[in-house]
């Protein structure tokens, strides 16, 4: 039987060292645990929002790929590479971190749970996620509004 392969996106970004080699390792890890075809954005750039003042600037970048395993085995991927690159696992909230990694969407699902929620919670609002989202799927939908990511962007 073959399995189902959901189709995800990840926001990356990170505010504290090399961010884009930081990124590339990231990926290479996602891939060795399973994420496949894996499709990468351009590199953005974002001043620090609702961070401590003087927080360097960010990079921000997105990924799409395919996920055979559940949405909260990814998310713990996400944290232990997190913390690989250098993020402590306890954190003060939107602290400068060396890598964020943000599940975005899960195939066409919703999920409310403690401690994950897909579509993410401010990723619409959110014009340094949706930028790099639609560099590379500007068709992908919103399960949760129906709306794609150009058309979020387009609104504004």
């Known amino acids: 039987m073959k ?29 060795k645990n399973g994420l496949k075809n894996i499709k990468m954005s351009a590199l ?34 996400c944290q232990k590479i997190e913390i690989s690159a250098g993020r402590p696992e306890k954190h003060a909230f939107n602290a400068p971190r060396t890598l964020d990694l943000d599940i975005i969407l899960f195939g066409n699902k919703i999920i409310k749970t403690s401690n994950l929620q897909i579509p993410h919670p401010r990723a619409a609002s959110r014009l340094f996620v949706l930028k790099p989202l639609a560099d590379i799927a500007p068709e992908w939908i919103f399960p949760d509004t129906a709306e794609s990511v150009r058309q979020i962007i387009d609104a504004h």
């Open 3 to 31: 399995t189902k392969l959901n189709k995800i996106a990840i926001a990356l970004g990170g505010n504290i060292g090399d961010s884009q080699a930081v990124f590339t390792s990231a990926i290479s890890k996602l891939s």
């Open 44 to 77: 953005f750039y974002s001043k620090a929002e609702s961070c401590p003042p003087d927080s360097p600037d960010f990079t921000n970048a997105a990924l799409i790929g395919e996920w055979a395993g559940t949405a909260e085995k990814l998310l713990k991927l």
